[in-house]
């Protein structure tokens, strides 16, 4: 539908859209982004959620420099040496006491009560010509109702929780 209202010559031009702009994606705008902030010299860690945590977003994101967080669904694909599962299927092999208990803070309904699992996985996000580098599986699991939400990481130094 956003495809074809992009391809409506008389809504372009009704809404002033110019005739040079073209369809992009979700993904392939924050891409652009990601490019303007480089050619800034702009250094920052990204943060985003699923509709941006697909590869092609994570690909781009390794290849300017930019260290990330990015929401992933559970069924997103991992592989690690007992094989290729999804993210889902991780979190159930996650022993115990792996979990940690961090506090994220208080949100508007009160405390948000969750555990954390932190997985060193290979990286599936390297650019041509790059070296295959380090990236993580981060899960969250609500303490409460057992929900699981899942993040695809990379950066560069490691995070002070993370005891480096």
Sequence with gaps: MRRAW???EERRMVTHVPDEGEFATTPQLAVGML???CALGINA?????GVYGGRELRVAARRLGFDYAMA???D???T???GTFTAA????RVPRNAWARMR???GLKGDRPYDWALLDVPADDTPTGHEPGHSRLVIRRHRCTGEFSFYRCQWTLSPIFLGS
Excluded: N, Q, Y
């Excluded at 299927?89 to 159930?92: E, L, R, T």
């Design 35 to 37: 490019e303007r902030a």
């Design 89 to 92: 299927v991780f979190a159930g």
């Design 76 to 78: 997103h694909r991992v």
């Design 45 to 49: 860690r990204w943060t985003a959620d």
């Design 6 to 8: 992009a391809a409506d």
């Design 80 to 82: 690690a040496s007992a």
């Design 104 to 106: 994220t803070g208080r």
């Design 72 to 74: 992933v669904k559970t």
